[in-house]
C-alpha cells in the first residue's frame, strides 16, 4: 500500500469510510460548537505551539490574515526560505519576502520556523551550472551559514537538511540520490547540522522527512534509516535537537500502528524531541459526499494527533495551510472526480470545518507537556 498512496482499494476505502462515520461520536463536538477560543490558545493549555505554514499569496487576502493572525502561535513560509527564492543568482540574495513575514510574526506574537536549508528539490537554477564537486562543500556551508545568521535569534528553528531518504534509490543506507550526496557524499548531512550551529548556537535544529507514519514494509526500512542516522548524529555529538514527522496523511489509512509507536519511542530516548511540520489530510480516495468525506478527515486529525500527543517530546504541532482556500493538494494532490479538496481545519469559506473540533479535542484531552 505505501509503494502507491493512492491505489488502494475500493473495499479498503468502504470500510474506513464506514468506520469513521461510525466513530463520529469520538469527536464529540460539530463546528456548529466551535468556540472563539482559537486553536493556537487550546495547544498552549498544555504547553503546545500550534500554527500553520503560510505563504505571502495568502496573507493579502485581508479575511485570511486576519484569521491566521488569532489562530497561529508559530509558523514556517512555505518558499520565501527556500534556496530558489532567497538565491536567484549566484551573487545576490533577496531576503526581502522572509524578513518582511518575520516583521508580521513579531508583530503579532507568532514565533516563525525555518524551512528549508538542504533539500534537492529546492536549488536555484543556476546550481547545476556552477556547484561541482570541487565546490559543493563550500558553497552549501557558505549558503547555511548566510541565511541562519541571517536571522539568527529570530527564528525558533530551522529545517536543516529535508528529505534525505528515498529506500528506492537502493543504496544500504538508504540515502536519496540528491546532488549533494553525488557531490560531497552522505557526510553532508553532518556537516550541515555543525554550519547551522556555528550560525546560531540558539536555535533549534531540526532533521525533516516524510512518509514515516504507515506500518508496511517500505516505511519501516525508511524508518529504520532515519533512526539509524539520528543515532549515529547524536552519538558524534552532531548538534541535531528535533524530528520533523512531516505528516501528509491519507483520511483512510492507518497511520497509529505499532511500528510507527515503537519509532516514536526510539527517537524520544535519544533524547531528541519532534514535530508535527506539515499536517493536512487528503482524501482523494474519500467519497465525494461532503458529509462522508469531512467525517474521515475530522476522524484522522482526531485519531493521528491525539496517538501522536501521548508523547511528551511532541511540542510543535503544524498544519501545511490553515484554510483549504490555500491548501497546496488542491493542485498538487486533487481529486479524480474534480471537486473541491478539504484537507484542513478551515473550509474555503474561513469557517471552520469539523476538523478544527477534532484538533480542539484533540489538544483539550492531551496530557500537560
Known amino acids: 500500500m505505501n509503494v502507491n498512496r493512492d491505489g488502494l482499494t475500493r473495499r479498503a476505502l468502504l470500510v474506513g469510510a464506514a468506520a469513521t462515520a461510525a466513530g463520529l461520536g469520538v469527536l464529540g463536538t460539530t463546528r456548529a460548537l466551535a468556540s472563539a477560543k482559537p486553536l493556537r490558545a487550546y495547544a498552549a493549555d498544555k504547553g503546545i505551539l500550534f500554527g500553520s505554514s503560510i505563504s505571502g499569496h495568502a496573507l493579502k487576502d485581508p479575511s485570511f490574515a486576519e484569521l491566521f493572525k488569532s489562530q497561529c502561535a508559530i509558523t514556517v513560509p512555505e518558499s520565501s526560505l527556500k534556496w530558489d527564492t532567497l538565491c536567484p543568482t549566484p551573487d545576490r540574495y533577496d531576503f526581502s519576502g522572509g524578513d518582511w513575514l518575520y516583521g508580521l510574526c513579531k508583530s503579532n506574537d507568532i514565533l516563525m520556523r525555518g524551512h528549508t536549508l538542504v533539500w ?23 549558503h547555511i551559514s548566510k541565511v541562519v545568521r541571517h536571522y539568527a535569534g529570530k527564528v525558533h528553528s530551522w529545517d536543516v537538511v529535508n528529505e534525505a531518504f528515498q529506500i528506492e534509490d537502493g543504496r544500504p543506507d538508504g540515502l536519496k540520490i540528491t546532488p549533494w550526496l553525488r557531490l560531497i557524499g552522505p557526510e553532508y548531512i553532518e556537516t550541515a547540522f555543525h554550519a ?6 540558539g536555535a533549534t535544529l531540526v532533521y525533516n522527512e516524510n512518509w514515516l507514519e504507515p506500518d508496511d514494509a517500505g516505511t519501516e526500512k525508511k524508518r529504520n534509516a532515519v533512526l539509524t542516522l539520528l543515532t549515529r548524529l547524536k552519538k558524534s555529538n552532531v548538534p541535531v535537537h528535533a524530528l520533523g514527522i512531516q ?60 496517538f501522536m500527543l501521548q508523547f511528551p517530546a511532541l511540542k510543535t504541532v503544524i498544519t501545511w495551510g490553515l484554510s483549504d482556500r490555500y491548501t497546496w493538494l488542491a493542485t498538487h ?5 474534480g471537486m473541491p479538496v478539504r484537507p484542513l481545519p478551515y473550509d474555503a469559506e474561513l469557517k471552520p470545518a469539523p476538523s478544527w473540533d477534532a484538533l480542539r479535542n484533540a489538544f483539550l484531552e492531551a496530557p500537560w507537556r
Open 120 to 142: 534537492e528539490q529546492a536549488l536555484p537554477t543556476w546550481f547545476g551550472y556552477i556547484v561541482n564537486s570541487e565546490n559543493a562543500n563550500k558553497m552549501m556551508v557558505d
Open 196 to 201: 547551522a550551529h556555528e550560525a546560531d548556537p
Open 247 to 306: 505528516s501528509h496523511v491519507y483520511a483512510e489509512m492507518n497511520i497509529t500502528g505499532p511500528g510507527f509507536n515503537r519509532f516514536l519511542q526510539q527517537i524520544a530516548d535519544l533524547g531528541l524531541s519532534f514535530m508535527i511540520t506539515e499536517m493536512d489530510v487528503r482524501e482523494r480516495n474519500a467519497p465525494a459526499d461532503i458529509g462522508i468525506r469531512d467525517r474521515m478527515i475530522a476522524s484522522q486529525y482526531y485519531k493521528y494527533l491525539s
Open 333 to 337: 494532490n486533487p481529486r479524480p472526480d
